[in-house]
């Protein structure tokens, strides 16, 4: 029994001295591309939009609303207006061509 285990380790061994991957092995490294990829991807996607305070009063002062591109939620004001991690400005009109709608929490409130 343990002449078989250190026969099978040795060649092991030595096809990974030689560069020759067992196929058990190739499923690792598969998998863990697969998961390195998806980390890159996931930290790509999450880029984040930074506005400065000067953007931002300028593109009230026009009117514009503040579209959170990763919620499809626009905010006329508010805490989250020019702060979420990705976001645009654009006229209310052409966020709702967009697809947009409007945050709950404001549709209810009158200005």
């Known amino acids: 029994m343990r002449v078989r ?6 060649a092991v061994m030595l096809a990974l ?5 067992p196929a058990f092995a190739q499923k ?3 998998a863990s591309a697969k998961t390195t990829t998806a980390a890159t ?8 939009t930074t506005v400065s305070d000067a ?9 514009k609303v503040w579209v959170n591109t990763s919620t499809g939620v626009y905010h006329k004001g508010g805490k ?11 006229t209310e009109d052409d966020a709702k061509k967009a697809g947009y709608h409007e945050d709950k929490g404001e549709a209810g409130k009158k200005k």
């Open 28 to 30: 690792k490294t598969d």
């Open 55 to 63: 953007d931002i009063a300028a593109a009230q002062k026009a009117g």
């Open 5 to 10: 285990f250190w026969l099978q380790a040795s």
């Open 41 to 48: 991807s996931k930290k790509t996607t999450t880029t984040a």
């Open 80 to 90: 989250w207006y020019g702060k979420t991690k990705q976001g645009k400005f654009m």
């Open 17 to 21: 001295a030689i560069g020759i991957v």
